[in-house]
């Protein structure tokens, strides 16, 4: 059996635990990467204004010949939009160019703590209005930092849905994964396989041989045991199909400790440190 399982988010809602991500797909290639991960079995895609490409993720989903209602889709708000009005314009653009008039998970895609005075509390309390009218079926953010959280907490009536962070075996983002635990935010690993950087470890090479599966497989179904929520990404139909295949094996509890032991704290970033981060796109 290969059924993805779902997740139960904090407002009810359920999220497949395995998606298909678009970050750095080309926009005219969009569409048609995004039918072949549905034909393959996918019913999530995470995309993000950021990425250009949200056209794409909208008519790959109609070239498939699915229902919207099928298909889980993400996206984020981008950078330079973080004012109300702004966000306000942004988040109709999104829907426009996705072709749908409601979106099952929207975030803000980075905290921006040195920008606009500090303010992401403003920004969050407009995505707290999409929700309100249904527009966005459940809100959340990405690379929001514990204390991000606990001001969010403090300071608004909604606890965001997800968290989406960087995480893979040589970034564990274990405070911030805790914090969610202990918070019901859900943990959202982006970049599964550091962009194909943990594959060659020694010890994903050898837990891969034990297990007979690929180290993209054993990477990815460690998050899976862990209870995050995953969307690699994967512009190679044969790719496409292994990221899928994560349901019909497990790791052990002594491979899943091997694989988290890898972690090298802070250097193991591949991106952007989110306390950092100012990045306004043109
Ligand atoms: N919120 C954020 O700030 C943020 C930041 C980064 C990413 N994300 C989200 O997370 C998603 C995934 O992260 P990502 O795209 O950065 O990286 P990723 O999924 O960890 O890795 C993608 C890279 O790995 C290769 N790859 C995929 N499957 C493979 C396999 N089975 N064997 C060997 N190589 C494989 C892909 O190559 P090919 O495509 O050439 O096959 C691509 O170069 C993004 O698409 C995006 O939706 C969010």
């Known amino acids: 059996m290969n059924t993805v399982p779902t997740i139960e988010l904090n407002d009810g809602a359920q999220i497949p635990q395995l998606g298909f991500g678009v970050f750095q797909i080309p926009p005219d290639e969009t569409a048609n990467a995004v039918k072949t991960a549905l034909q393959i079995g996918y019913r999530h895609i995470d995309t993000a204004e950021m990425y250009q490409n949200e056209r794409g993720v909208g008519q790959g989903i109609r070239d498939a010949g699915l229902d919207r209602t099928e298909v889980y889709i993400t996206s984020k708000l981008n950078n330079g939009f973080h004012r109300r009005d702004d966000a306000r314009r942004a988040f109709d653009d999104t829907l426009k160019a996705l072709g749908t008039d409601y979106i099952d998970l929207f975030l803000i895609h980075w905290p921006l703590p040195t920008l606009y005075d500090g303010d992401f509390v403003s ?23 514990v204390d991000h959280l606990k001001r969010l907490a403090q300071e608004t009536d909604t606890i965001p849905a997800v968290n989406q962070i960087e995480v893979h075996p040589y970034f564990t983002n ?19 396989i550091a962009q194909g950087q943990v594959l060659g470890d020694p ?13 993209a497989q054993v990477v990815l179904r460690w998050h899976i045991q862990r209870g995050d929520i995953v969307f690699p990404k994967s512009v190679t139909v044969e790719r496409v199909r292994e990221n899928f295949a ?9 491979d899943v400790a091997a694989l988290t032991a890898l972690d090298k704290g802070e250097a193991g970033r591949t991106g952007p440190n989110p306390d950092q981060f100012d990045y306004i796109p043109d």
């Open 246 to 254: 994560l349901f019909d094996f497990e790791l052990t509890d002594a």
């Open 203 to 215: 010890v994903v090479q050898r837990v891969a041989e034990a297990t007979g599966r690929t180290p």
């Open 123 to 145: 920004t969050w309390q407009t995505l707290e209005e999409f929700k309100g009218d249904g527009r966005a079926r459940s809100i959340g953010v990405s690379n929001f930092q």
């Open 174 to 192: 274990d405070t911030v994964r805790a914090y969610g635990v202990d918070h019901g935010v859900a943990t959202e690993a982006w970049s599964p």
